[in-house]
Antibody, heavy 119, light 108 residues
Framework: QVQLRESGPGLVKPSETLSLTCTVSGGSITDYYLSWIRQAPGKGLEWIGYIYYSGSASYNPSLKSRATILLDTSKNQFSLNLNSVTAADTAVYYC?????????????WGQGTLVTVSS | SYVLTQPPSVSVAPGQTARITCAGNNIGSKGVHWYQHKPGQAPVCLVYDNSDRPSGIPERFSGSNSGNTATLTISRVEAGDEADYYCQVWDSSNKCVIFGGGTKLTVL
């Protein structure tokens, strides 16, 4: 059973870069489209972007090119960098995957990690 | 960009049927996925590709999609179904994942 787990700092200062890593276990990272999704307090789910085994990535235009998603196949991990953060980037951040050979909904998901942007 | 519209809230008595809608321009031409999200937990995919259920998801959860509206139907609603529900599609024109705004299901 494939499992995803997010890790990274829980507190980031305004204007700095938020960096998170998602570790995939029980399966190969190359089998999935891998996404980052977040939920700000009191808000709905917001897709940040995805990457897949070729390294090709796509992002939510609303983030105005602040997001970068990278793949590390040797560690079975992928990461998110979000620069120039503000309080509006405070959210629970989830990593999630879609099986390439059977595209459908996001399954599995990580448990989520809360990131607070504050000085 | 493509927009999905859900009602903010739906209320239903235990044992009854809840229907949560997701409206979008010609959404019937897209594959719609539905998620259940409870506080403090990761979202769970209930329905994918309009009407398929992942293994382990009860048959009480079903989906349909036609025209400009997709619908998640929850039969024989239980107290444990109280959660936020989200629809989601892939916008191929903009290569973006789109989520609906979410619907809070209250079990009376």
């Amino acid at each position: 059973q494939v499992q995803l787990r997010e890790s990274g700092p829980g507190l980031v200062k305004p204007s700095e870069t938020l960096s998170l890593t998602c570790t995939v276990s029980g399966g190969s990272i190359t089998d999935y489209y891998l996404s980052w999704i977040r939920q700000a307090p009191g808000k709905g789910l917001e897709w940040i972007g995805y990457i897949y085994y070729s390294g090709s990535a796509s992002y939510n235009p609303s983030l105005k090119s602040r997001a970068t998603i990278l793949l590390d196949t040797s560690k079975n991990q992928f990461s998110l960098n979000l620069n120039s953060v503000t309080a509006a980037d405070t959210a629970v951040y989830y990593c999630a995957g879609v099986l390439i050979r059977q595209p459908g909904g996001f399954d599995p998901w990580g448990q989520g990690t809360l990131v607070t942007v504050s000085s | 960009s493509y927009v999905l519209t859900q009602p903010p809230s739906v209320s239903v008595a235990p044992g009854q049927t809840a229907r949560i809608t997701c409206a979008g321009n010609n959404i019937g031409s897209k594959g719609v996925h539905w998620y259940q999200h409870k506080p403090g937990q990761a979202p769970v995919c209930l329905v994918y590709d309009n009407s398929d259920r992942p293994s382990g998801i009860p048959e009480r959860f079903s989906g349909s999609n036609s025209g400009n509206t997709a619908t998640l139907t929850i039969s024989r609603v239980e107290a444990g179904d109280e959660a936020d529900y989200y629809c989601q599609v892939w916008d191929s024109s903009n290569k973006c994942v789109i989520f609906g705004g979410g619907t809070k299901l209250t079990v009376l």
